[in-house]
């Protein structure tokens, strides 16, 4: 299909191990997001990637978490030495031109639960 | 403390009914957005409102931004279960390039 594709949906892992989550874009999207989303807080921002542009990392929680956009294509969220309070589902989103109004287009997340 | 408050948390109601859910802050905003997630699925963007007072119409849905853009509300008429979902708003945090700001989201359930 043409939409924001995550994978995997499901991944339970257990404390301490480490976990990458991967997001393909739509193709032609130059800005792509990461996004948490745990029960009752809503969506917290975690990264953001515009074309060849550092990326912006303000939003990552803590040394554990840390991101790549390889070819200005798909990503892979990194997570190590996972805790339970990292359980959450986590959104990827891309946009045509970053942000101003470009629309957000977000994919089905993954859907993270540290045992 | 949340840049955005939206309420209610929680909203129940019986089809046919109509409601109404809100977006504030003490911010002003250059534009505002609304998006609606259905279980299992990311957020999808329903309008985007810019202008002070403006008000859009989505077939049922009703959305309006504050004259001051500082808060944004979505009516819903005659209320389907279709409609049932989380509902969030969501704005630039500064002018340029910041991120997208949710806040926290109206949890819709229309019965049948």
């Known amino acids: 299909g043409a939409g924001v594709s995550q994978s995997p949906s499901n991944k339970v892992t257990e404390k301490g191990k480490d976990v990458e989550l991967r997001c393909d874009p739509i193709?032609?999207?130059?800005?792509l997001y990461w996004y948490r989303q745990s029960l009752g807080q809503g969506l917290e921002f975690l990264i953001y990637?515009?074309?060849?542009?550092?990326?912006?990392k303000s939003g990552l929680p803590s040394d554990r978490f840390s991101a790549e956009r390889t070819g200005g294509s798909v990503s892979t969220l990194t997570i190590q030495r996972t805790q339970q309070e990292d359980s959450a589902v986590y959104l990827c989103?891309?946009?045509?031109?970053?942000?101003?109004?470009?629309?957000?287009?977000f994919g089905n997340g993954t859907r993270l639960t540290v045992t | 403390t949340q840049l955005l408050e939206q309420s209610p948390q929680f909203l129940s109601i019986q089809e046919g009914e109509n409601l109404t859910v809100y977006c504030n802050s003490s911010?002003?905003?250059?534009?505002l957005q609304w998006y609606r997630q259905e279980p299992g699925e990311g957020p999808v963007l329903l309008v985007t409102?810019?202008?002070?007072?403006e008000v859009k119409k989505l077939k049922r849905l009703t959305f309006q931004f504050g004259d001051a853009r500082k808060d944004s509300s979505l009516h819903i008429t005659a209320a389907q279960p279709g409609d049932t979902g989380l509902y969030l708003c969501?704005?630039?945090?500064?002018?340029?390039?910041?991120?997208?700001?949710f806040g926290k989201g109206t949890r819709l359930s229309v019965i049948a």
């Open positions: 989103a891309s946009s045509l031109a970053g942000h101003n109004n470009s629309p957000l287009h």
């Open positions: 193709s032609g999207h130059t800005a």
């Open positions: 990637f515009q074309g060849n542009s550092a990326p912006d």
């Open positions: 911010s002003v905003f250059s534009s």
């Open positions: 409102v810019v202008t002070g007072g």
């Open positions: 969501a704005v630039l945090k500064n002018s340029g390039n910041t991120p997208l700001v």
